[in-house]
T-cell receptor, first 113, second 111 residues
């Protein structure tokens, strides 16, 4: 158990809908990262927050947004969902030390029908 | 754009054999990480390599980093079935702000 908690574990929804994925980082970790893992795209970095502020952006679509709250939990919002958004979404956290080692949650599996 | 490439993508090997997985990356970075992922599961950190020439070993796995060649290797010694998983390398770009993962190597160890 990495100490990173993600909910929900599984989510099935329809095209055009909007969903919110939630992540609680390990106690003491200030950084939260979001990744998308699909069969054809591998593990794609989406976005990173540090202590409530956006620090880096990767290949995140405009239909997706995220935020990190004062209690350090983070949410990833996915809107106008398309079939291609079906994937495993991982949240990872780190203390932002010089090792940069990430600790991953169990992931949220999103299926868009 | 930073590229992180692993080879092979798929590896099937017999128990007891040795093999090496390679990770090449396209930009300068002194920090590289190896992760393991079991099917449908989360990623587990294996090694953190923080400087040129770094070598880390855990059980039958040994990782090394050559920053001048922009190359890391994950060597498997006397493979056992429990090592079957997908292995990812990741490179730290912009000093901790972004971690780019390689394509992954799916390892199957055959009894």
């Amino acid at each position: 158990d990495s100490g990173v908690t993600q909910t929900p574990k599984h989510l099935i929804t329809a095209t055009g809908q909007r969903v919110t994925l939630r992540c609680s980082p390990r106690s003491g970790d200030l950084s939260v990262y979001w990744y998308q893992q699909s069969l054809d795209q591998g593990l794609q970095f989406l976005i990173q927050y540090y202590n409530g502020e956006e620090r880096a952006k990767g290949n995140i679509l405009e239909r997706f947004s995220a935020q990190q709250f004062p209690d350090l939990h983070s949410e990833l919002n996915l809107s106008s969902l398309e079939l291609g958004d079906s994937a495993l979404y991982f949240c990872a956290s780190s203390v932002f030390s010089n090792t940069g080692e990430l600790f991953f949650g169990e992931g949220s599996r999103l299926t868009v029908l | 754009e930073l590229k992180v490439e692993q080879n092979p993508l798929f590896l099937s090997m017999q128990e007891g054999k040795n093999y090496t997985i390679y990770c090449n990356y396209s930009t300068t970075s002194d920090r590289l990480y190896w992760y393991r992922q079991d099917p449908g599961k989360s990623l587990e950190s294996l090694f953190v390599l923080l400087s040129n020439g770094a070598v880390k070993q855990e059980g039958r796995l040994m990782a090394s980093l050559d920053t001048k060649a922009r190359l890391s290797t994950l060597h498997i010694t006397a493979a056992v079935h429990d090592l079957s998983a997908t292995y990812f390398c990741a490179v730290d770009w912009n000093t901790g702000n972004q971690f780019y993962f390689g394509t992954g190597t799916s390892l199957t160890v055959i009894p």
